[in-house]
């Protein structure tokens, strides 16, 4: 998800919500540097399609069980990419100009680990069917769920803030990767894409109907959002499938909606999918053109994004083995010349320049803008 | 120095110098996609107050002597900020619009090396004075001069470029670290500041001198940069602090100009300068806002620069130990509301925020501009 904005200087200040009649959608709080009793403010907003997010207190509100999955053996881009898209797909249902975003407060985490973990006698909640003792990969019963995350969307009511709907993120597997004995060999076991929708489709209804039942849920609008793992070797992020919706109270989920999502790595690599043909034939004449700048200049790789088919951010990563600033400016410079010239027009663009030392350099564009932004980072 | 910039569109292509009648001064060159005999091309410029650089047969001209100094036990931060200071002084006598940066291609890697070693009967053409045998570092000769580079400056002739003017930057030491025997501990002898002024002055002369004798620099005006290094534990490079211009093919300077600036270290520790205090106090009310914001953010440190006694730019780096995309993509939103509220006005800013993954996040004002730029590193 690519998120670039240049704000205006009026949209300045912590915006309280108490001199707040509704939301501004362009970003521009009402202004306040005095102090009011009312504890609740938000962080601002840099784009008319990112949410404010909560601060109660002078603090951020983190969640209560953040960035929970069954175990850490995971695809660290899985993560990221998990987040992130839950933010997009929550847009569909709760417009970023009405609504505030509020890390998840409800799903506590011994609850949420519960969930995740396989049913039993000991845990009756369980999502994750129970071990039927097996450890042949096509015998056993898989963990079908690896993460759950909440997200809550926030109105103003007065001068608090109410629970407007929520979003809940479940992270289904393509493949549980398993151990059959305590530090052993990791195997796998696959998972169709039919049975994982199904069995996601069937959690997501034994999720909403638990939500009803926490205090404070209420009759809010829930969404639940379907998100396929990528596999542990992957260069790139899953994505989601599907988002269902609960309305009015409801205790399932009213209506289901697909969601077409690609990520690809490029260059192709052997028999892997690229994607459309025409934006991996861009990427490689960028590739190209930029590769034979310097003499040394070690990779020049890229994850896409696809959304209905078409192409809607790719982030370029540049790895270099050069360090003088001259060399960096004038290879940044550069970058910009031949993003203009090779890549794809329309969808987002993010390139970073990468040495030992870190990110030295990044050129970015949003989607539907004309003009590359860069930055050569400093040091005085 | 911050080189923060918006292209558009329109400068897109590989500028084709056969096809440009004058460097544009907007960064807008002719567009040509069908291949010339001309194998000179430019990086592109990505804003006014950048230098284009030269691409020759696809590559970019690297420098036949790129960052040497005399020993690689220096402070890192000072090879960014002297080669980066380097352009800023070139544009007071070498116009962005009207001049193509060129990595210094005259003087050679072993000349400058010879250069920056001491005289001795082997090296008669060493800067640095000739080992007197003492070791007290009192009673010892220091090594003045740490590190020498040159920057060409091209105009176009023709279907070429030839060089229209030389920058040559000379490091110098305000204190000689030294062993008194190989592996031995470091000592140090200091420098005071008016010798390396009259040494970096009679250095300069002889550079000039030797510069006109290489074949190729004609009568070509030369500028001589000095900079004094900043001593090994700082935390912020060295300073620009004169500069001199040889005019008409003359074999010294013809004239000297004070620079007036100033690195700190902001949150001042114990007994060091802030610089304006000011400024020092908009960093810290920034730094507690920010530091409240989450229960685990480690570190907001900044490097100030000042020109002429006011504050030019500052750059604000962030520790933390979160990771959540959504946190960093509310703090990032807070980072931007925090840095309008309390950061000075005019200087340039650069906040990045930094976790053991790499860059996660950065904001960034140009000088005079009055909106920030946001931008949180992602992954599909």
Partial sequence: MKRISAILALAVSVVLLTACGRLGSSGVGTTSSTKTKT??????????????????????????????????????????????????????????????????QYLKKATAQNWLDRKSKSNASGLNPEDNGQTDADKRNPDYLQAIEEQDYMTQDGNNLKLGGMTIGLAMNQVD????????????TKISHDKMVSE????????????????????????????????????VGGTFFAYGISKDGGKTINEWHDVNEANYVLPVVGSAKSGNSSDADSFTNFKNNVQSFFPNLSGVTAQTHYKDGNLSGMNITINTQFYSETEIKSFTQYLV??????????????????????????VARKAGEKSFYSHVFGSY
């Fill in 337 to 362: 010349t031949a993003a203009n010239k090779y890549l794809p027009s329309e969808a987002a663009i993010e390139i970073t320049v990468q040495s030992t030392d870190g990110t030295q350099a990044f």
């Fill in 39 to 104: 504890s609740i403010q938000t962080t601002g907003q840099t784009s008319d399609d990112e949410y404010q997010g909560v601060i109660q207190n002078g603090r951020y509100k983190t969640s209560k069980a953040r960035g929970l999955t069954k175990d850490q053996n995971t695809n660290g881009a899985n993560l990221k990419s998990f987040e992130n898209g839950l933010q997009t797909i929550s847009q569909k249902q709760f417009a970023t100009d009405d609504y505030i975003f509020q890390e998840g």
């Fill in 200 to 235: 996601g489709k069937s959690m997501a209804n034994k999720v909403v109907s638990r939500m009803r039942k926490t205090e404070g849920v209420g009759n809010v609008p829930i969404v639940i959002a379907l998100y396929e793992q990528a596999t542990n070797d992957s260069l």
């Fill in 177 to 188: 990767y398993y151990q059959k004995e305590e530090y052993g060999a990791t195997y796998e």
